[in-house]
Structure formats: C-alpha cells, structure tokens
Antibody, heavy 122, light 110 residues
C-alpha cells in the first residue's frame, strides 16, 4: 500500500524550531519529488516547499524562505521539514505529498499523508 | 503570489450536476496545462481527483470532470451524491517547481 506518515508536530513558542518527518512506503521513493503543504485553522491549503527526487533542487513559498529547510534521505524513504524562527502564522496542519509523475516537480500530488499539527503560541 | 480564487461554498441536491470555478492568472492557470483538483474530507488526507486539467486518476469516478477556459479552470460533479460533501481545492503549477492552491470551496449536499 502506498502510504505517507507525517510526525513531529507539536506546540512550540514563537521563535522556536521544529522538525517534521514524513515516512514513505509502497512506491519507489527516490523517483518522486516530494512536497509539504499546510492548512491553517479555518483556511485553505497552501503549498510550502518541494524537493526534487534526487534532492538536488529545493523550493519554498516566499513566507518561509530563509526559515524552513526541506531535505530527504532516499536510503530511508524519508522527507523532512526543518522549521526555524517559527511564527504564530505558521500554525497549521502540515501534509506531506508525493508528486504523481516520476519526472514531476510540483505538477500534482497523488498521495498525501493525514498531516501533523504544528501550533506556534506563547 | 495570491491564491487562486474559488467560491467559498456551493450546494446542490442529490442527482444534480454542480460546477466549481477556479480563477488564476496568465502566470499559472492560463499558461500551464497543470491544473489539479483535490477532494478533502476534514481530518482525512486530501485526494487527487483531476490532474492536467481534464485527466482522472484510476479509481476516481467518471462523475468528476475538469475543464479550463482562459485563466479559469472548472470542476464538474455530475449525479451528486451525499458522499461528495467535502472541501474541494484547485491547484496550478506556477513555474519554478512551485504550485499554488485555491482557497477551497465547501460543497454541501442538501
């Protein structure tokens, strides 16, 4: 079964750091770009970051550039999101998603996890 | 870059057809044949229901169809069913390995 499982969400103070993890199974992980998407409470989905299949390219939405870092370990079928200098507005459910195409890079996402909650509050 | 524009809510009765709109710009929806649609039941993982404007993944009901005209993409659900009640999001490739989502439309089946 193709599956993504996020973990690492927590309550953290403004200015703090958190690392999210996403464990992939059931597909050839090294062949697919991976993306993080978030949903703030009562809001819509927001694309956050993407990493190419080989890890050679990383991309971010403007509001997290310089604060978040996406990475992956193809030997462990894992993708990560290191979040530093967290702000109240980063509060959201964070979803990990798989690019549908082997050569894809942010085109569309055919497998999603159920998300992990990040709350930034004092 | 602003989110794609979707109506906040739509409603319909069982058996009806309903269409959702998704308006972007010539930098995203109007340029790339890479519009996708997602069905999201709260608390669950979002589900891809349309990709590349009109394509349906295997296993997705043919009651779901997509189209585009200019900078506006559309999702149509025919033969509305109670289980279709969910939030629906459009998404477009926006260049530079980035994507942009719409604000989402909440579908209520009356």
């Amino acid at each position: 079964e193709v599956q993504l499982l996020e973990s690492g969400g927590d309550l953290v103070q403004p200015g703090g750091s958190l690392r999210l993890s996403c464990a992939a199974s059931g597909f050839t992980f090294r062949d697919h770009a991976m993306t993080w998407v978030r949903q703030a409470p009562g809001k819509g989905l927001e694309w956050v970051s993407l990493i190419h299949a080989a890890g050679s390219g990383t991309f971010y939405v403007g509001s997290v550039k310089g604060r978040f870092t996406i990475s992956r370990d193809n030997s462990k079928n894992m993708v990560y999101l290191q979040m530093n200098s967290l702000r109240v507005e980063d509060t959201a459910v964070y979803y990990c998603a798989k690019d549908r195409k082997v050569t894809g890079a942010g085109n569309d996402f055919d497998v999603w996890g159920r998300g992990t909650m990040v709350t930034v509050s004092s | 870059q602003s989110a794609l524009t979707q109506p906040a809510s739509v409603s319909g009765s069982p058996g009806q057809s309903i269409t959702f709109s998704c308006t972007g710009t010539s930098s995203d929806v109007g340029t790339y044949n890479l519009v996708s649609w997602y069905q999201h039941h709260p608390g669950k993982a979002p589900k891809l229901i349309i990709y590349e404007v009109t394509q349906r993944p295997s296993g997705v009901s043919n009651r779901f169809s997509g189209s585009r005209s200019g900078n506006t993409a559309s999702l149509t659900i025919s033969g509305l069913q109670a289980e279709d009640e969910a939030d629906y999001y459009c998404c477009s490739y926006a260049g530079g390995s980035s994507a942009i989502f719409g604000g989402g439309t909440k579908l209520t089946v009356l």
